[in-house]
């Protein structure tokens, strides 16, 4: 049984496929690939409980640093421009 079907937010028809969620636990960042119902107009997603209780599981062992399991596919980084101002109004 799907949980929706039409999208929430537009009222478009959802389609079931994998796709790549980013999750984060402490320092480290994991890809992770789901199935999940998604919006063909907006790009809406929309995953099941059980799917979002395995994303809580894989923050855990991220925070807990419990990650000999997964795959390690390269180094993460995280880059701020400085001088990135945001001009709102001229
Ligand atoms: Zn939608």
């Known amino acids: 049984m799907k ?19 980013l999750l984060h636990g402490g320092n480290h960042t994991a890809i992770v690939y789901v199935q999940a119902a998604v919006c063909l107009h ?6 099941k409980q059980e799917t979002v209780r395995y994303f809580e599981q894989i923050r855990n062992k991220l925070r807990r640093q419990e990650v000999s399991e997964f795959f ?4 993460f980084f995280a880059i701020r421009r400085q001088d990135d101002n945001l001009k709102l109004s001229e």
């Open 3 to 21: 949980p929706f079907e039409k999208c929430p937010i537009c009222g478009e028809e959802l389609i079931e496929k994998e796709v790549e969620k």
């Open 42 to 47: 907006c790009g809406e997603r929309l995953y």
């Open 72 to 75: 390690h596919l390269g180094q």
